[in-house]
């Protein structure tokens, strides 16, 4: 009667992401941790397979909330945007803005990470909000928010292109579940911005 859940990761998929992830989208080893986290879901195949556990795996893209370390991008980016509004020039560094990123909210994936537990116990899922945003231009908008240019409050050393911009399919996730995150990345930093002011 036990049902368990995996977190895996992004990751899983590749140094570089195709243009298209799903559920089947090929998984690869390019580093310790996906390496790792493949491992693990060899592990789960094998346990449902001979033993019938309910286990599911799911594919978390970035997802981000107060408690991510400040040595982080989004962190980095808050500490420069709070900085600013309180009048400071301060100005930090950002290796590059140049890339995109499936963002969601922590807190959010969360909740539906137990309605899979309980709906649809030992389904795979890939968990994303399907919408990929350029962190320059979400970096933009959300100084623009507050009547900010952020190129007075961060310095990117590297402006080049990181990536490409990619789809995450969260079909899956809608049919089976009849839900999909709501959050975007703006949404998630000033849930975080609110959160510290409350403080």
């Known amino acids: 009667k036990c049902r368990l859940i995996y977190a895996s990761s992004s990751k899983v998929f590749g140094d570089k992401l195709p243009k298209t ?37 799911v594919y978390l ?7 991510r370390k400040e040595s982080y991008f989004i962190p980095i980016i808050l500490k420069a945007l709070t900085s600013a509004i309180e009048g400071s020039k301060k100005k930090f ?7 995109y990123c499936d963002w969601g909210s922590a807190e959010e994936y969360m909740s539906i990470m137990i309605e899979m537990v309980e709906r649809a116990a030992g389904e795979d899922f890939v968990l994303g909000t399907g919408k990929c945003s350029y962190a320059r231009e979400f970096v933009d908008e ?3 928010k507050y009547g900010l240019d952020y190129t007075d409050y961060i310095n990117e050393i590297d402006k080049s ?15 089976k579940l009849g839900v999909i995150p709501k959050l975007d990345i703006i949404d998630v930093c000033n849930d975080i911005l609110n959160n510290r002011s409350n403080c």
């Open 93 to 99: 560094n950002i290796r590059s803005l140049g890339f």
């Open 21 to 57: 992830i799903n559920e089947q989208t090929k998984k690869k080893q390019d580093c310790l941790y996906s390496i790792t986290k493949n491992t693990t879901y060899g592990l789960i195949e094998f346990y449902r397979n001979m033993y019938a556990l309910q286990a599911s795996v």
């Open 142 to 144: 959300l100084f623009g």
């Open 61 to 67: 893209f970035n997802h981000e909330s107060r408690y």
């Open 161 to 175: 292109n990181q990536n490409s911009s990619y789809h995450v399919d969260i079909y899956k996730l809608q049919k």
